[in-house]
Nanobody, 123 residues
């Protein structure tokens, strides 16, 4: 059984940084797309970033240049480094992994999800 467990969320002031972690059990991240999505109250879940293959990445327009996704295959962990945080980044952040090889920005294409971690950015 695949489990994804996120950590690292919290409250931070605008302009600050946070690093989220997602540890997987039951499946290796190394060969399959894995990413971060977020959902704010009253809004649809959106793709923040996805990584697949050997270093391929996608970033949503709103986070380009500020957020960085990385993987440690030995630890089966994916990270999201978030810098220059803005109040509009406030959301619940979810780690997601696909059972296929096709990387997309659509949440429906991801089969495994973490429980989410809250990120709140104060102005």
């Amino acid at each position: 059984q695949v489990q994804l467990v996120e950590s690292g969320g919290g409250l931070v002031q605008a302009g600050g940084s946070l690093r989220l972690s997602c540890v997987a059990s039951g499946r290796s991240f190394s060969n399959f797309p894995v990413g971060w999505f977020r959902q704010a109250p009253g809004k649809e879940r959106e793709c923040v970033t996805v990584t697949w293959g050997v270093g391929s990445t996608y970033y949503g327009d709103s986070v380009k240049g500020r957020f960085t996704i990385s993987k440690d295959n030995a630890k089966n962990t994916v990270y999201l480094q978030m810098n220059s945080l803005k109040p509009e980044d406030t959301a619940t952040y979810y780690c997601a992994a696909s059972s296929g090889y096709r990387a997309t920005s659509y949440s429906r294409d991801y089969d495994y999800w973490g429980q989410g971690t809250q990120v709140t950015v104060s102005s």
